[in-house]
Nanobody, 127 residues
């Protein structure tokens, strides 16, 4: 089982990037996919989540709501994170993670809820 995040880069404030999360070794469509980020010296934080296919709800951290959009291409087995109007505080290593089920009462933002993690992709934003 492998996840791979890609699409990071170095951009200026106000720019856009699209991150991709692809999976192999399992059926990506059967999993909820979350995007997390971790800046130097900070805890990993949940950015967005595309829930299980039978729900298809999307969730966003308040800090990115209205600027980031998560989407899913079932045919390509890829989940995207479109990031617009990037700010310096968005700079971090971004990870995607997958889980088949959330614990009752838990939050999509909780990293321990996710079974599989991919290597991160670095996003830097200069002012």
């Amino acid at each position: 089982v492998q996840l791979q995040a890609s699409g990071g880069g170095s951009v200026q404030t106000g720019s856009s990037l699209r991150l991709s999360c692809s999976g192999s070794g399992f059926t990506l469509n059967d999993y909820a996919i979350g995007w997390f980020r971790q800046a130097p010296g900070k805890q990993r934080e949940g950015v967005s989540c595309f829930s299980l296919p039978d729900d298809s709800s999307t969730y966003y951290a308040e800090s990115v709501r209205g600027r980031f959009t998560i989407s899913r291409d079932n045919g390509e087995r890829t989940v995207y994170l479109q990031m617009n109007d990037l700010k310096p505080e968005d700079a971090a290593v971004y990870f995607c993670a997958a889980t088949k089920i959330f614990s009752y009462g838990s939050s999509w933002k909780n990293p321990i809820e996710y079974e599989y993690w991919g290597k991160g992709t670095l996003v830097t934003v200069s002012s």
